[in-house]
């Protein structure tokens, strides 16, 4: 699946650097999503942008900040991590189907590793 | 709030065998999507199959089925004929059927193992 793409693929970073997660969605998609996968936990949702407005924030801290320039384009804007936001970082994008009566399945990109330092 | 429980961390199955990897789930509403995702060692989620909860009939994917029991909150997957590229994670996960996109609800899990 390459409709929906991560740069880079791995991160490793100090407490004090500040560093972007891209995600770049080729599918026509109007949503797009940040999760965290940490080990053991399950998938926690971070960020939902529908048409480049975010509608949700679940309760992320300030150290997460998130950009959607375009609704193709989704950033993650990392700054004065801890080492417990070390995971695996996914992007995922939607269509809103519901009109048709269809469920807006998710297609995820390949995720980041981030590790924090 | 929706909560999905996946209570079989780890599973095993030999080549060619059947596996069933059981999901449950808590919501208080009517209407809404379930899905099973695959995460295998890549680490890219790919969508294995869905299902709408106002039908009653399963859904069906080749080798891959579910069993949906709505009055249970029940939704297994079946995988026949397992094969080496079936090793993954499993994940179970539930979208409510409002307007809009609203986000999914995973489960934690579980790990498939196929042996040869």
């Known amino acids: 699946e390459t409709g929906v793409t991560q740069t880079p693929r791995h991160l490793v970073m100090g407490m004090t650097n500040k560093k972007s997660l891209k995600c770049e969605q080729h599918l026509g998609h109007n949503a797009m999503y940040w999760y965290k996968q940490s080990a053991k936990k399950p998938l926690e949702l971070m960020f939902v942008?529908?048409?480049?407005?975010?509608?949700e924030n679940n309760s992320v801290p300030s150290r997460f900040s998130p950009e959607c320039p375009n609704s193709s384009h989704l950033f993650l804007h990392l700054h004065t991590l801890q080492p417990e936001d070390s995971a695996l970082y996914l992007c995922?994008?939607?269509?809103?189907?519901?009109?048709?009566?269809?469920?807006?399945?998710?297609?995820f990109g390949p995720g980041t590793r981030l590790t924090v330092l | 709030a929706q909560t999905v429980t996946q209570s079989q961390p780890e599973m095993s199955v030999q080549e060619a065998e059947t596996v069933t990897l059981s999901c449950t789930y808590d919501t208080s509403e009517s209407d809404y999507y379930l899905f099973w995702y695959k995460q295998p060692p890549s680490r890219q989620m790919i969508l294995v199959i869905r299902?709408?909860?106002?039908?009653?009939q399963n859904a069906t994917e080749n080798r891959f089925s579910v069993n949906f029991q709505k009055a249970a909150k029940s939704f297994s997957l079946k995988i026949s004929d397992s094969q080496l590229g079936d090793a993954a994670m499993y994940f179970c996960a539930y979208r409510s059927a409002g307007s809009g996109n609203t986000p999914l609800v995973f489960g934690k899990g579980t790990r498939l193992s196929v042996i040869a």
């Open positions: 995922a994008s939607s269509q809103d189907n519901w009109l048709a009566g269809d469920p807006d399945t998710q297609y």
């Open positions: 942008y529908n048409f480049k407005e975010q509608t």
């Open positions: 299902q709408e909860a106002y039908k009653q």
